[in-house]
């Protein structure tokens, strides 16, 4: 960040002839550019106010004026994946190794990272909330959302946002099923030992899983070979092809509302559009109140 973003524009700068209005516009430039997402720019303005930061506390500085500069973005455009997107992308998880000889062999699935992509859309949770599944939240149906790692670390749900039950299905169950003699039949093998820290998924070293390893070694090359890159699809992507999918095979937005813990249903009118007959139905709460209606009675006569 530093490196691409920050210095190009702050290296030859003097401290004291920084203004706020300064970084406001390099900001705005970051947004307006849209090679960055927003969570990367609030990232790159964070690392800059940090690194003025001593030089308030040190005197040389009045005020940091990096500190409340605010961004201003477009809501993002959320992407759902059809079924047979899904299924690509899955089918591309893994890795194209290369040995010493550079000749490719052929491409290795990577049973754990499919797993942890499809147990996201299968159940619409959040990332955090994945990472910190424990097997006592499930069941052979359902998963008890209790858990959710902030920061690298594993908490309770913080105080306001109540515990929650989703379906577990039975596809999506025996993904994450390990078998010791290493029979059972693809696509449902993992590939990985169970782990011992009671987390149903973890990275390499046991620890929690990080979602941008996870994007950049995983999910990304997977959008690549599924030739899907151009989407722009995200982690969180997949809980809103979830409720994508939920909502187009007529389940209620309350329900689904419930089932991705949104504090209010109205949270969930952003999937409205996905509703089969949209159009059909407000043209028809529409319709012109000056008209006579026309009562069509058996037979085919009308009056």
């Not at 947004?31 to 106010?49: M, P, Q, Y």
């Not at 961004?71 to 997107?85: A, G, K, S």
């Not at 890795?95 to 990577?110: A, G």
């Not at 000056?290 to 009675?297: I, M």
């Amino acid at each position: 960040m530093v490196q691409k973003h920050i210095s190009p524009q702050w290296i030859d700068v003097q401290l004291g002839q920084i203004r706020r209005g300064h970084v406001q516009g390099w900001v705005n430039k970051l947004v307006s550019d849209g090679t960055l997402k927003a969570s990367s720019v609030r990232r790159v303005l964070n690392v800059f106010v940090s690194s003025l930061t001593p030089s308030v506390a040190e005197g040389i500085l009045e005020a940091n004026p990096a500190a409340g500069v605010s961004i201003t973005l477009e809501d993002p455009e959320h992407v759902f994946l059809t079924r047979e997107q899904f299924k690509a992308l899955i089918e591309s998880v893994g890795t194209d190794k290369v040995p010493r000889s550079k000749r490719r062999k052929p491409f290795e699935p990577d049973y754990h990272a499919q797993a942890v992509i499809s147990f996201l859309v299968a159940t619409g949770l959040r990332w955090g909330e994945l990472a910190g599944l424990h097997w006592e939240q499930l069941t052979e149906t359902s998963v008890t959302v209790k858990n959710v790692v902030s920061a690298g670390e594993i908490k309770p749900y913080p105080k306001g946002k109540k515990q929650r039950v989703v379906p577990l299905p039975g596809w999506a169950r025996r993904l994450i099923t390990w078998e010791d003699d290493g029979a059972q039949p693809l696509p449902y093998r993992t590939g990985m030992r169970r782990p011992k820290t009671g987390l149903v998924f973890t990275g390499p070293t046991g620890a929690a899983l990080d979602d941008r390893n996870f994007t950049r070694q995983k999910l990304n090359p997977a959008l690549k070979r599924a030739e899907l890159a151009h989407l722009g699809f995200t982690l969180h992507d997949l809980r809103h092809t979830y409720a994508s999918w939920l909502i187009q095979d007529g389940v209620r937005l309350e329900q689904i509302s419930a089932l991705l813990g949104h504090a209010s249903w109205k949270t969930t009118q952003i999937y409205a559009h996905l509703v089969p007959g949209q159009d059909e139905n407000l043209s028809k709460a529409l319709r012109d109140p000056f008209a006579p209606e026309l009562t069509v009675l058996e037979g085919g006569a009308a009056g």
